[in-house]
């Protein structure tokens, strides 16, 4: 049973080097040669085992922020303010998909070692953890306020392929009179297996996920939505500094201007017949 309060995947980044088009790359506005150091907790695991080779590929995604000002002193939030999630491997970033799974995007991943001067996964598991799948036992873990995890397994039968997500149980509905209850708790990430080459998967869906029972669970999927021009108005007029503000309006990069950010819903919904759902759970300190 992962501890997901204390683990950590934290990074030291590279000295800042002034960019040549924009005021503040990334957000940030401390002055250049900076050294960030970041610290994220981890919010979801997802685990591809590849059944006839025993290869495992592991993916972590972090506790999430809004896009940011770093490090200023007010305007600390960006507006319009898009969430910052991060979904890797142990070598690699993993792109979070923006468009729905029939669709194809633009993937872009890097490397870990490239992108950071140092950097370190900390994933710390309790060593009293019992596990369960009896509506009467979760119940009781539920009521006596145990410190509560998921996993989540369903199978593609065509790849040979076997999918573990683990994720905290942050929420949960019970009726302890006819012994239902309902996990119904997120985000967690589940990997876009038509990326797969055998080892890792390029991209992932953030998803919620939700379920009543132990042999079957739904994953409802998020996407982009594009906003009336009415809301367009506000959605992309920035409050205090601009993130795009470049030094010289008319030394444009190739790829300006940035894509604005996106408003999101969660519309997709998987189906998983014959899942295999366990619940975790330690007494609550």
Same mark, same amino acid.
């Given at each position: 049973?992962?501890?997901?309060?204390?683990?950590?995947?934290?990074?030291?980044?590279?000295?800042?080097?002034?960019?040549?088009?924009?005021?503040?790359?990334?957000?940030?506005?401390? @002055?250049?040669? *900076?050294?960030?150091?970041?610290?994220? %907790?981890?919010? #979801?695991?997802?685990?591809?085992?590849? =059944?006839? +080779?025993?290869?495992?590929?592991?993916?972590?995604?972090?506790?999430?922020?809004?896009?940011?000002?770093?490090?200023?002193?007010?305007?600390?939030?960006?507006?319009?303010?898009?969430?910052?999630?991060?979904?890797?491997?142990?070598?690699?970033?993993?792109?979070?998909?923006?468009?729905?799974?029939?669709?194809?995007?633009?993937?872009?991943?890097?490397?870990?070692?490239?992108?950071?001067?140092?950097? @370190?996964?900390? *994933?710390?598991?309790?060593?009293?953890? %019992?596990?369960? #799948?009896?509506?009467?036992?979760?119940? =009781?873990? +539920?009521?006596?306020?145990?410190?509560?995890?998921?996993?989540?397994?369903?199978?593609?039968?065509?790849?040979?392929?076997?999918?573990?997500?683990?994720?905290?149980?942050?929420?949960?509905?019970?009726?302890?009179?006819?012994?239902?209850?309902?996990?119904?708790?997120?985000?967690?990430?589940?990997?876009?297996?038509?990326?797969?080459?055998?080892?890792?998967?390029?991209?992932?869906?953030?998803?919620?996920?939700?379920?009543?029972?132990?042999?079957?669970?739904?994953?409802?999927?998020?996407?982009?939505?594009?906003?009336?021009?009415?809301?367009?108005?506000?959605?992309?007029?920035?409050?205090?500094?601009?993130?795009?503000?470049?030094?010289?309006?008319?030394?444009?990069?190739?790829?300006?201007?940035?894509?604005?950010?996106?408003?999101?819903?969660?519309?997709?919904?998987?189906?998983?017949?014959?899942?295999?759902?366990?619940?975790?759970?330690?007494?609550?300190?």
């Amino acid at each position: 049973m992962i501890n997901f309060h204390a683990s950590t995947f934290a990074w030291k980044g590279h000295p800042t080097k002034p960019d040549p088009h924009y005021k503040y790359p990334g957000g940030l506005v401390s @002055k250049s040669g *900076v050294v960030i150091h970041v610290r994220m %907790s981890l919010e #979801a695991v997802c685990t591809i085992t590849d =059944e006839s +080779t025993g290869h495992v590929s592991e993916m972590f995604m972090n506790a999430p922020c809004r896009a940011e000002y770093t490090i200023a002193k007010r305007n600390l939030f960006q507006v319009p303010g898009n969430q910052f999630r991060y979904a890797f491997n142990r070598e690699r970033t993993v792109t979070i998909a923006n468009r729905p799974s029939d669709e194809v995007e633009e993937i872009k991943n890097s490397s870990l070692a490239e992108s950071f001067d140092s950097h @370190k996964l900390d *994933v710390r598991h309790y060593d009293n953890a %019992s596990t369960t #799948a009896d509506p009467a036992e979760i119940i =009781e873990a +539920t009521l006596a306020n145990d410190l509560m995890t998921a996993r989540s397994i369903y199978r593609d039968t065509d790849r040979g392929l076997s999918i573990a997500i683990e994720y905290p149980v942050n929420l949960i509905n019970v009726n302890p009179v006819d012994a239902e209850y309902q996990v119904c708790t997120g985000p967690v990430i589940v990997p876009d297996l038509e990326t797969w080459d055998g080892k890792n998967v390029s991209r992932v869906f953030l998803a919620h996920v939700a379920f009543t029972a132990s042999d079957y669970v739904e994953f409802i999927l998020r996407r982009e939505v594009d906003p009336s021009d009415s809301e367009k108005q506000w959605l992309t007029k920035p409050r205090g500094l601009d993130r795009n503000a470049l030094h010289d309006p008319a030394n444009q990069p190739s790829d300006y201007p940035i894509r604005k950010w996106q408003a999101t819903a969660y519309s997709e919904v998987w189906e998983k017949e014959g899942a295999d759902n366990i619940i975790m759970r330690v007494p609550n300190p």
